[in-house]
Antibody, heavy 121, light 113 residues
């Protein structure tokens, strides 16, 4: 049974860096069969794709984030990481990690429960 | 970016009646070389992550009740719930994956009348 669990600080100060981890169980993030992504949702609003991780191939980011986002992986722990620099209040959101199973279509069939990160001083 | 506009923003439907949600794309998401529409639908209940219902515009996920169906092509798509059940109360999102970055519609809230 695939499970994804996001974790990290729930409160981040403006201008600092938001760092989250997604622990994956039930599948290997190094598998060539799957890909991984981060998506966020501001409270009461819609969904925004942040970026994707393709093991041993590449990462891909949403240009709207202006180079503030980095996605990486710790294969020894089967974890993905998200880093978002220079945060502002508009980065307050529930952050989800999710699995993409289809090499030809970037849709997401498994999602973590999400973690709410608030940006505030 | 491709903009997806859903309509209506919310709708209230009686139990057992049909609910129809529309999703219009700012450009075609039909890939002519494989004749596939790069569009998915999700259901999100309060306090839960989105759940994938349909991919490739009309391919229902395993375990999704057959009262959910997706249709459309090019720029106009529809999610239909043929007979609304109480457990279908949720916000529904369309998502395109034709062109990076993947983008989502603003969501449609479905309630019981």
């Amino acid at each position: 049974q695939l499970q994804l669990q996001e974790s990290g600080p729930r409160l981040v100060k403006p201008s600092e860096t938001l760092s989250l981890t997604c622990t994956v169980s039930g599948a290997s993030i190094t598998s060539n069969s799957y890909f991984w992504g981060w998506i966020r949702q501001p409270p009461g609003k819609g969904l925004e794709w942040l970026g994707a991780f393709y093991y041993s191939v590449s990462t891909d980011y949403n240009p709207s984030l202006m180079g503030r986002v980095t996605i990486s992986a710790d294969t020894s722990k089967n974890q993905l990481s998200l880093s978002l620099t220079s945060v502002t209040a508009s980065d307050t959101a529930v952050y989800y990690c999710a699995r993409r199973r289809d090499a030809y279509g970037q849709f997401f069939d498994y999602w973590g429960q999400g973690t709410l990160v608030t940006v505030s001083s | 970016d491709i903009v997806l506009t859903q309509s209506p923003d919310s709708l209230a439907v009686s139990l057992g009646e049909r609910a129809t949600i529309n999703c219009k794309s700012s450009q075609s998401v039909l890939y002519s070389s494989n004749n596939k529409n790069y569009l998915a639908w999700y259901q999100q209940k309060p306090g839960q992550p989105p759940k994938l219902l349909i991919s490739w515009a009309s391919a229902r996920e395993s375990g999704v009740p057959d009262r959910f169906s997706g249709s459309g092509s090019g720029t106009d798509f529809t999610l239909t719930i043929s007979s609304l059940q109480a457990e279908d109360v949720a916000v529904y999102y369309c998502q395109q994956y034709y062109r990076a970055p993947p983008t989502f519609g603003q969501g449609t809230r479905v309630e019981i009348k």
